[in-house]
């Protein structure tokens, strides 16, 4: 559910961290924020494959947990433009890929079609509850001179 929350709140300012953090212009930002997210899709697959046939997914979503917040920390404490976008690779990984691992964990846990659905609506209800509080949260300061 929390990688659910990450998604968003990457995908809505990404392009901000590449414009006011990295520097690049408004369209370079736009462009660059998409091999990211389509690494991520790439990472999720094999994970996904990974715990499929290994059988597991705790391990897997620890793994994923790590490598996100590596990514952010990469992305938010590093100075130098090239290791904080590699920064976001690994951020949007690990993040892309806790939601399909926590949705296959949670539906293999519950027994039970209806109970199953149930639980299923409500981890995307909540992650799209975090999605909405991630575009929220972020507050532009307006100093009241300028009014």
Do not use: H
Request: glycine residues 12%; proline residues 4%.
């Amino acid at each position: 559910m929390t990688g659910a929350i990450g998604v968003y709140a990457f995908l809505f300012f990404l392009p901000l961290i590449l414009r006011n953090g990295l520097g690049y212009t408004q369209q370079m930002s736009f462009i660059l924020s998409a091999p990211p997210a389509l690494f991520s899709v790439f990472v999720a697959f094999g994970i996904s494959w990974l715990a499929d046939k290994t059988r597991l997914r705790g391990p897997y979503v620890v793994a994923q947990g790590i490598i996100s917040v590596i990514g952010l920390s990469m992305t938010g404490f590093l100075t130098a433009p090239t290791p904080r976008y590699i920064g976001t690779f690994l951020g949007e990984a690990g993040m892309n890929g806790l939601v399909v691992t926590c949705l296959a964990w949670q539906a293999n846990n519950v027994r039970g079609d209806a109970k199953r659905a149930v639980a299923t609506a409500v981890q995307i209800m909540a992650s799209g509850i975090g999605g909405i509080y991630s575009s929220l949260v972020f507050r532009r300061q307006v100093s009241f001179a300028a009014i």
